[in-house]
DNA sequence: CGTGTTGTTGAATACTGTCAACCTTCGTGG
DNA sequence: CCACGAAGGTTGACAGTATTCAACAACACG
């Protein structure tokens, strides 16, 4: 899946500003350091595993036990339609917090499937339950995190109810840099980890329309690309597209 | 906004199949009831609210105080774009809960605009706070409904990502009908209490398509349409429509 | 060195948006 | 009371964007 070549840039492209990125920047934040506190937790409440490209990490339909922290790495989870086919509906890196829409039904919604090799930390769900029941602050971070995606979704409601395709490509990009900026990474310079056509089925086109935006912004010289990699050029022109929302 | 007329057609309508839908049913189940098992709350913690058509229950951008449950009627919520124009993402009966992209941030990220008249109890996020801490079960039904919107969400995205014009409004009819169902209320007859220019605003569909899409149903003999009203003749087919989903 | 996957690009098509005309309803005010 | 304008809704004609279909290149893999 994922080249060996890609995967060389991706380890100089990740060299973090500022270190490391530590579970001290996690989603989860104390869910999992409260947790070894605990004391009382089996070894098996919260773990590591370690994933290559294309494994999945769970699937949709089975059964949610865990929730999971993403330590290192790209994962993407995506709804199944039919026949097969599915639809991305979220792009996962350092920090992020997956399995939150199957902690009511205790059911996956999604299948989660890593774009390159990484790691996750596990947390039982039956650990974070008891572990909340005890301890307020966990529960009231896990609310925040929730809370947080679903005010996310608008965002991505906009970007797929409202964009042009060359303004959906433009946010993605934009969104892209921006969660790796928070991260410490580069701004200006990281690797999609994707296909076109998973792009464009999270963005809702085809990987043609992909293609053809970013030859757009590449003869525009907003930016470079080199298969997967990116550099932003011109970072303001990439916003300006954003600048005239409105179509309906 | 809501011609007399109409109103008249939706208190017919609305008539509930198995008695009027209480607090049981309620979204925040008891999160409200065990406040007023709680005593030590202030009469402002918990209270209700009527709303006149077209009034807004809370604008984005504004500090966030409190979750809304909604006890009667039927309201939308929009994100701003710019320019004064804004996108629905969400519609909401009785039962529904509004605020929850606000909790972390405390700063609502919609506006909320009551489409018809309606009465929704407002709870102080502070009292919620409060009581979340005393009582776990109250966190975890909180986390539940958060839950439950994101794997909501999902669904949105993929009507907005892979669905054409016309599996989009058949979509939104079957959910609106479901939604009704849920609630006791006709799965066949139903208002929908919005513009054309609001259901293409949440379909990501200019209003001409929607009116359009509901002539060809009407033309099918699929349904029966008279302003807001419709009449579902042929729900099996209007789920074929979207039994080929796929488009990328 | 073939084979399969990914990505790019071109040409033609189709769907949906845009613009416009017209109708109905409702509210306002002469 | 009726005229008027505003808002919502329907429908038609046309235009434009994104999809579809297709060919081709680059690359990894066995």
Do not use: N
């Not at 104390?30 to 919260?46: H, K, N, P, W």
């Not at 920090?95 to 205790?106: A, K, N, T």
């Amino acid at each position: 899946m994922i080249h060996f070549m890609k995967m060389a840039f991706a380890a100089e492209v990740a060299r973090p500003v500022a270190g490391q990125v530590s579970c001290a920047a996690c989603g989860l934040g104390q869910l999992c350091r409260a947790e070894t506190q605990d004391g009382g937790g089996d070894a098996s409440s919260v773990h590591q595993r370690r994933l290559q490209p294309g494994e999945r990490l769970f699937e949709a339909g089975t059964p949610q036990s865990a929730l999971y922290a993403v330590h290192a790495g790209f994962l993407k989870t995506c709804r199944p339609l039919q026949a097969g086919s599915s639809q991305v509906v979220g792009l996962h890196i350092m920090g992020d917090v997956l399995g939150l829409d199957g902690i009511s039904s205790r059911v996956h919604a999604t299948d989660a499937v890593a774009l390159t090799s990484g790691e996750v930390c596990v947390i039982a769900l039956v650990h974070a339950d008891r572990l909340m029941e005890r301890d307020h602050t966990s529960g009231a971070r896990l609310r925040a995190l929730l809370s947080e995606h679903v005010a996310r979704a608008g965002d991505q409601f906009v970007t797929l109810g409202s964009l042009s395709a060359q303004q959906r490509v433009a946010a993605f990009l934009l969104d892209m840099s921006d969660r790796w900026a928070a991260r410490g990474y580069s701004a200006t310079i990281f690797d999609l980890c994707m296909t076109r056509k998973d792009i464009g089925s999270y963005l809702g086109l085809t990987f043609e329309t992909v293609s053809r935006m970013l030859s757009d912004f590449r003869d525009l010289r907003w930016l470079r690309v080199d298969g997967r990699r990116v550099e932003l050029l011109d970072r303001a022109a990439i916003e300006r597209t954003l600048g005239t929302i409105p179509r309906r």
